[in-house]
């Protein structure tokens, strides 16, 4: 089992629909959690950053952590076109980047 | 302000060829790191480095050798090139933990 999992894909959905994508783990030590966003021959960006358990809501985007059941998820409301990418769910015991685990990655796109 | 700069963009070799990934950064980070990706696989860490004169290995070292001798410049250096080492090669810098990394767009190599 990979020490992180993370939805397949490819997604596709039509402009103005709700996006979910998400992650399990099996470490439990894991405290911080991260979404990138990685466009097409570009490296990822932050998208979201969270400590421990909770919700963080930044615009269109809302990152859920839920520790007791391993489990993060991420929300993008009235989707865009230009939020076709894929997206990387990361996660790290610390606050250092040597402990950096990075799923798979989502590809998503959204249609006009 | 250029941010994370890796050079070349792409890059074919052939077995047993060696070569230097280079990575500068401008923002005086003192963390720097190289991650591969991998097809399914996520980004996994080579190297890392803490500071000036500072590294150490990360998840997929072997095959890699790294030096820091100054703060903004963080080189990869592929001894003896194999086709398993094709992949898409990013640099990364932070100032503050896992919540500040900056990636570079990228090296594409392939090893034929």
């Known amino acids: 089992q990979k020490e992180v999992e993370q939805d397949p894909g490819p997604l596709s959905v039509p402009e103005g629909a709700i996006v979910s994508l998400n992650c399990t783990y099996s470490n439990s030590a894991f405290q911080y959690f991260m979404w990138y966003r990685q466009y097409s021959r570009k490296g990822p960006e932050l998208l979201m950053y969270?400590?421990?358990?909770g919700n963080k809501e930044d615009g269109r985007f809302t990152a859920q952590v839920d520790k007791s059941s391993k489990y993060i998820s991420l929300f993008i409301r009235d989707s865009q076109p230009s939020d076709s990418a894929t997206y990387l769910c990361?996660?790290?015991?610390?606050?250092?980047?040597?402990?950096?685990?990075f799923g798979p990655g989502t590809r998503l796109s959204v249609l006009p | 302000n250029a941010g994370v700069t890796q050079t070349p963009k792409f890059q074919v070799l052939k077995t047993g060829q060696s070569m230097t990934l280079q990575c500068a950064q401008d923002?005086?980070?003192?963390?720097m790191s190289w991650y591969r990706q991998d097809p399914g696989m996520g980004l996994r860490l080579i190297h890392y480095s803490v500071g000036a004169g500072i590294t150490d290995q990360g998840e997929v070292p072997n095959g890699y050798n790294v030096s820091r001798s100054t703060t903004e410049d963080f080189p990869l250096r592929l001894l003896s090139a194999a086709p398993s080492q094709t992949s898409v090669y990013f640099c990364?810098?932070?100032?503050?933990?896992?919540?500040?990394?900056?990636f570079g767009s990228g090296t594409r190599l392939t090893v034929v």
């Open positions: 923002m005086n980070h003192e963390y």
């Open positions: 969270t400590y421990s358990s």
């Open positions: 990364a810098s932070s100032y503050a933990g896992v919540s500040g990394y900056t």
């Open positions: 990361a996660m790290s015991e610390d606050n250092y980047g040597q402990n950096f685990v």
